[in-house]
């Protein structure tokens, strides 16, 4: 059974930074594209970045310059590094993947950016 868990998530100031890691159970991520979604209240999910892979990168406009995706295949996880973080990056973070032709997510984790 594939599993999908986050962790990381904070409050954190404007401008502060934050690591958000997903380890991903039941399946080996080798071969998968994984990602990164945000939902914050009263919107819908939105992609934030995702890796191939092969280790291409794709980020949603928001995101580009001040996040960046990485993954460890050996660890079976994916990263999340968020820098200059603003108060509208503040939402649940969701980590994905696909695994024969199911999305998979997590719980999802908390981050809110307030001063």
């Known amino acids: 059974q594939v599993q999908v868990a986050e962790s990381g998530g904070d409050l954190v100031q404007p401008g502060g930074s934050l690591r958000l890691s997903c380890v991903v159970s039941?399946?080996?991520?080798?071969?998968?594209?994984l990602a990164w979604y945000r939902q914050a209240p009263g919107t819908e999910r939105k992609l934030v970045a995702q890796i191939t892979s092969g280790g291409s990168t794709n980020y949603a406009d928001s995101a580009k310059g001040r996040f960046t995706i990485n993954r460890d295949n050996v660890k079976n996880s994916v990263y999340l590094q968020m820098s200059s973080l603003k108060l509208e990056d503040t939402a649940v973070y969701y980590c994905?993947?696909?695994?024969?032709?199911?999305?998979?997510w997590g719980r999802g984790t908390q981050v809110t950016v307030s001063s």
């Open positions: 039941g399946m080996n991520i080798r071969l998968n594209t």
């Open positions: 994905s993947t696909m695994f024969l032709g199911r999305r998979f």
